[in-house]
């Protein structure tokens, strides 16, 4: 089996034109088969409020109404979703943008309303590989924005952390797949405030002490429970840090194991 | 060598939901490999004024600067595209979005300015059809919005009806290709404002008298200009009508020939 890494970037390398360029181009000098996701920053956001879209947040989440949906299908799918692919290409890496409806690689159900209306957000449901499989192994390089779709026609955003280990849990009956989360801490942090205060490795076990403890905690959890779900299925490696994890051996970084 | 059907759509059916649905469901029953490309219809405008950006028209070409490139990569590229991708998938055609960047599939080079700067404009260069055809052999529908890129990373605006045509020149070499232009006339008409008036023929004779005899004019001349820049590259058979012709072989058109 051969490995494939997917890799997941958020809004401090999104938001900032220099450092997405940088990550980029060191990003198209990764050798072997890749994915990389893109979660959609502020842009969103700006646009938003450009619009006079009101934008709606219940506890820190966003409610994807029918104006927002448009705003973040613009935002993600084409601003920044055809720029980076554009400048991987400049980079010699043969990219194709994806949302899941492309190749219908990513299908969700729209999130059932309990206490709280989300909107036209989507629970990722399941992972077609098949297309990704065929251009992965013709050495090109899908870049997903977080974007999916119900199969009714109807796009949903979804969150880019989930996409991200959905994939790397859906492809890994072909490939050793490796699931990188780039942000802009160097790991799981023991000290919220002290960057060097990398917690180096994870269990399933020391996890539950971190919780108990809330050294975890907040926007920590979900991504977390997204690592823990791909170790537990299938996914060979789970990393958590800044992105020069991935280009320099020594950076410190979290990995989760089981 | 198997028949690819290129499709290229326009306003009168991207700008209206209806139409669109109904053309959809009809091209996913299209069977043999095809592709659409769709232009951008009148929603690009509309959110340039919602944003202000000023839309700046010259001798009715917009002038594309980074702000209106923006809006056109968002409006083409993201929504337009990606609820285009998502309606086919509804019909069980599996479509994947395109930009010329995506795949490296067309480079253009920005136009170069000579009396007028038509900014960030592409002229396209070349078609690089080998993932298209890995795709199209494995049952995918490639949709193509009207961007394309340099290679050095930007991203260029550039005619939907020429993306259609280099396409179709591009893949003659695999396939036996027909190019359909669908707007909202039946075709090239004797008398403009009588859509009975339908020229069903045309060759490069009868084009040269047309054209001396003002029957074909303005927005016409750059599409059949498109037409025979096709049918004189390789290209089998180039129409253009209302989008019944697709569907309904009685449905008058013009067919253009050597």
């Not at 956001?45 to 104006?67: C, H, P, S, Y």
């Not at 251009?135 to 119900?150: K, Q, R, W, Y």
């Amino acid at each position: 089996m051969k490995t494939l890494k997917i890799i997941k970037i958020g809004g401090n390398i999104i938001d900032n034109d220099d450092a997405l360029q940088e990550f980029l181009n060191a990003f198209a000098r990764i050798t072997g088969p890749k994915i990389l996701v893109h979660g959609g920053g502020k842009l969103a956001t700006r646009l938003a409020q450009k619009m006079k879209v009101e934008v709606n947040m219940i506890d820190g989440r966003r409610v994807t109404d029918a104006g927002t949906l448009d705003i973040i299908t613009m935002v993600y799918a084409g601003k920044i979703n055809k720029n980076v692919v554009a400048q991987l290409q400049a980079n010699n890496c043969n990219a194709i943008g994806f949302s899941g409806a492309d190749g219908n690689t990513i299908v969700s159900n729209k999130r059932l309303v309990k206490n709280i209306d989300y909107g036209f957000v989507g629970d990722v449901k399941e992972v077609n590989t098949e297309i990704l499989v065929l251009l992965l192994n013709n050495a090109i390089t899908p870049v997903f924005c977080a974007i999916t779709h119900d199969e009714n026609g109807q796009l949903l955003n979804t969150n880019a952390d989930t996409i991200a280990s959905e994939l790397a849990i859906g492809l890994s009956t072909v490939f050793k797949t490796e699931l990188y989360y780039c942000f802009e801490k160097n790991g799981v942090l023991e000290h919220v405030e002290d960057d060097d205060s990398v917690i180096e490795n994870i269990n399933t076990a020391t996890y539950k002490t971190l919780v108990e403890n809330k050294v975890i905690f907040e926007g920590m959890l979900p991504k977390l429970n997204n690592c823990f779900h791909a170790i537990h299925h299938h996914v060979q490696k789970v990393c958590i840090g800044k992105s020069d994890m991935l280009f320099n051996a020594k950076n410190k970084h979290t990995t989760i194991t089981k």
